[in-house]
């Protein structure tokens, strides 16, 4: 099915769309470089990833830590 994977800050601003397509079953790795859509390194922190899948919607909070 489809699946869509964002990742948003905590003002609901979305930080990167890491997969927007269909998807085959099975167990799949995304990785993200913290970057923005501007290409922007993004500021450490707190984020939301959110995965929605055949109209359920997955979300966990990812603590971003500068390196």
């Known amino acids: 099915g489809f699946l869509n994977v964002e990742i948003f800050d905590l003002n ?3 930080a990167a769309e890491l997969f927007s397509s269909f998807a085959t079953a099975g167990e ?3 990785s993200w470089t ?3 859509p501007d290409g ?3 500021p450490a ?3 939301i990833l959110q995965l ?3 109209g359920n919607i997955l979300s966990r909070k990812l603590v971003l830590t500068s390196l």
Do not use: D, L, W
Request: charged share 15%; proline share 6%.
């Open 40 to 42: 922007q390194g993004v």
């Open 12 to 14: 609901g601003n979305k």
């Open 45 to 47: 922190g707190i984020y």
């Open 34 to 36: 913290p970057v923005g």
């Open 52 to 54: 929605k899948f055949r």
């Open 28 to 30: 799949h790795t995304i």
